[in-house]
């Protein structure tokens, strides 16, 4: 075997394939693709027009078609499949399994859907089916239905047997679930635990009891943190009934964690919706736009509101330098504070402390902070630009601003929370704009009270 | 069995456990903690003092008190083992993976884990040992040292036995690592394969020349990609010459990814150490103060910067007005963009395009977004407010700001990226501070021009 690498998808690789297309050279991209993983082949896809792509698939096999089509993202894939005869999308999909088939199918126009199930293996389109059924984001949309199942009654070599039936459906599996003769899920027998027993040996007698289940309803970021918790590899899904329904694996969750982190990371930037850089220029503003009108608004806002004190500012014009010192401080303190109650919440590591104790925290921080940050501002304008009343004004309200922001910053999320919303959501221009629109009350009341 | 349920950690059951505590009921401990989940029990012990968790655990197993040790946090187990005595904490890492007990290791202090390695059991001790030698963060120090070793020329049933010897130390594991007689790695066979292949077959014959390893100095998180990419639930971990040293399961991997989400959420907050709502007040105040600082800064650089306007602010000071709607549009403007770089950066799904390419889109997104705000400002402000030349002096502002922030939002994660420093860096205070510096200037600018 050669040393384990990586294919390197070169600038140099990249062109000279780009070429080879243009002059339709099969050879060279049959060659030059032989060994290479489908993941790499789907990186490379990403490089070239729809038709081109499909050039290229249709001289690999069907099963690495299969592979590679899975693994390009739902957007690219949807776009990509338009190209596609519903003959051909019916033999692709035919080569998946029942979880990935479904997310295929679930991106399709409804005719097509419809078509291609009435087309499928009909094994693969009854599952597909029954997981169409489920929300994307409960464990029932997130389950595979390939599973080894076998009855308490059985004997090892039963198990085996089953495992040699079902080795060409089910690709990766870790354990055998056991259940009764009304498909009500028992408990599992690790691979090696079958391995290590003698064959005649009933699974009723060596299963373990495991307790670890999830119901086809539980979402799909509850399932990860059970799985995370436990540090389970594959977790079997029940219905109502407790009876086996699919299993869920630990690959699949990741895909939920790493998407929670990408939704999460939108959020917080201000971002509404699902766009990444290399989306449209259209999409990408409109993804954009709602949340800077949302600012612009908070803006005007607060253009209004200080036309309150017009003649103080006319009259002292010093007391608008301070706006940005404010409002930078009051955003900066907002996010930090809600961030960790987000945080607190998505990896529920902390005890529910209840309320009152949690904010008699966040105010000891606050006002340490707000003390600190006070006094430097105090001595820098006292000191370096030689202010004297506006000082006091200046670090007053900047006290007080720390403490509004930090409870607005904890509380926002907190209820976002109770009523069923995303807590990051408080984590964002939300945020922001409310806190720029009480920091410049704060300021301008302070203002009015002392200047 | 019972329906398949988590264990609940109510309110009253709580209650009733520390009630059962303070009497030192251990009676109702052991009952009560019958059959729960270890997972379940660490969770509990995050609501006693260390005494009383140590009360507790003194009456499991050994095995079930190693687990439970395993599954803290890393900052509260640190202070909780300070109360265990030397030979405790030997007979606890006993139990634990080489990876695991690593970690365990890595956090006391030197002298006490010297002592422990000293006690250890040998196999294990010159395990961790190697273990020890890698940095956290790369493969090396992820990995586990137990893993399933088969020599090609061994036979299926040989094979079998290694499993049968090692299955007491090795948990989980989905595959047999084959190698030559130089430990050089060749390639894995699937434990399922094992099952259904003939005892005498040589594992020469029947392993898959796989491709996938990673080396020991890879970075944990381009380890978490690679095995993302290819959907691996194990990837083996080889030394320069090749040379199977370790295994990677995808739960570390999961952990990976977890932390990566959660250190790039603490950034974007502003947030400068790995810092958890429950920390303490001093350390919450500490994590938090040294972006505030840095925003103070900006704060007072921006006041210096308006005092040189100080006469065009006194002779309109509706010119003030309109500072909190610019700097908000420009901070969300930098958030956005920088946010969408890391995004591509971390999931790596964008080809490099060319950075002028990648500008050149973000410069149309910016253009459309700027006219649309600014001809919403222009509109408000004329109609609604009344404003004559200010009004054309806000929206080319606007819009300038909104081109600019646009572009330091993009380019900056891209140097950071590109000078090794985190990108996600770019999407905190650091673009807020910069934004809000600029969007003043440019502002003030626009105003000495046109007014």
Redesign the interface.
């Known amino acids: ?6 294919f390197d998808l070169t600038k140099e690789f990249r062109e000279r394939f780009q070429q080879a297309l243009d002059e339709r050279d099969q050879t060279f991209i049959r060659q030059s693709l032989e060994d290479v ?1 489908a ?1 790499d082949i789907t ?1 490379l896809l ?2 070239f027009t729809s038709e081109e792509s499909k050039y290229v698939l249709d001289l690999l096999t069907l099963e690495l078609r299969s592979q590679i089509i899975n693994g390009l ?1 739902s957007d690219t894939r949807k776009s990509f499949l338009k190209i596609f005869a519903v003959p051909e999308i019916t033999a692709i999909i035919n080569q998946l399994d029942s979880d990935d088939a479904a997310d295929v199918l679930n991106e399709l126009p409804v005719r097509e859907r419809e078509e291609i199930i009435a087309r499928m293996d009909p094994v693969l389109a009854s599952q597909v089916i029954d997981l169409l059924r489920y929300d994307d984001h409960v464990a029932g949309g997130i389950m595979a239905k390939e599973l080894i199942k076998a009855n308490e009654n059985w004997t090892v070599v039963q198990c ?1 047997e089953e ?2 039936k079902q ?1 060409e459906h089910v690709t ?3 354990a055998v679930y056991v259940v009764d003769d009304h498909d009500k ?3 599992r027998v690790a ?2 635990k ?3 027993t003698d064959s005649k040996t009933l699974v009723r007698d060596i299963f373990d ?6 119901e086809t309803y539980l979402q799909d970021t509850e399932v990860a943190e ?6 389970l ?1 594959s977790v079997p899904v ?1 219905n109502v009934q ?1 009876q086996l329904v699919g299993r869920i ?3 699949d ?3 939920v ?2 998407e ?3 939704e ?3 959020i ?4 509404s919706e699902d ?4 989306d449209s ?2 999409r ?2 409109r993804a ?2 709602p ?3 949302i ?2 608004a ?3 806002l ?3 509101f ?2 309150l004190f ?2 103080e ?2 009259r002292i ?2 007391i ?10 009051g ?3 907002g ?2 504070s ?7 919440l998505v ?1 529920q ?3 529910d ?1 209840g309320l009152l104790k ?1 904010l008699g ?2 105010f ?2 606050a006002l ?2 707000g003390l ?2 006070a006094l ?2 105090f001595f ?2 006292t000191l ?2 030689g202010y004297d009343k506006l000082s006091i004004v200046v670090s007053v309200a900047l006290f007080a601003v720390v403490n509004f922001a930090s409870l607005i910053g904890t509380a926002t999320p907190l209820l976002l929370h109770r009523f069923g919303f995303n807590p990051a959501l408080a ?1 964002g ?1 939300f945020i ?2 409310t806190n ?1 629109l009480l920091g ?1 009350a704060l300021y301008f009341l302070t203002v009015h009270l002392f200047l």
Chains 1, 2 share one sequence.
């Open positions: 075997m050669e040393p384990p690498v990586q993983n993941a990186s990403y490089e993202d085996i495992i040699r080795a990766k599996f870790y899920l028992l408990g691979l090696q079958l391995i290590l009891e495991d307790p670890m289940a999830v059970i799985m995370k918790k436990y540090d590899e029940v407790g694996t630990i690959d969750v990741v895909d964690i790493t929670q982190a990408e999460e990371r939108q917080m930037a201000g971002i766009v990444e850089e290399d220029v259209w990408n503003t954009r736009l949340w800077l009108v600012g612009i908070g803006g005007l607060s253009a209004r200080m036309g017009e003649s500012i006319e014009a010093a608008a330098f301070f706006i940005p010192l404010i409002q930078a401080t955003g900066n303190v996010i930090q809600s961030s960790l109650v987000v945080q607190s990896s590591t902390m005890a402390d949690r925290k966040v000891s921080v340490l902070n600190v940050l430097l501002v820098g304008n370096i630009f984590s221009p922001t704009t720029d410049l």
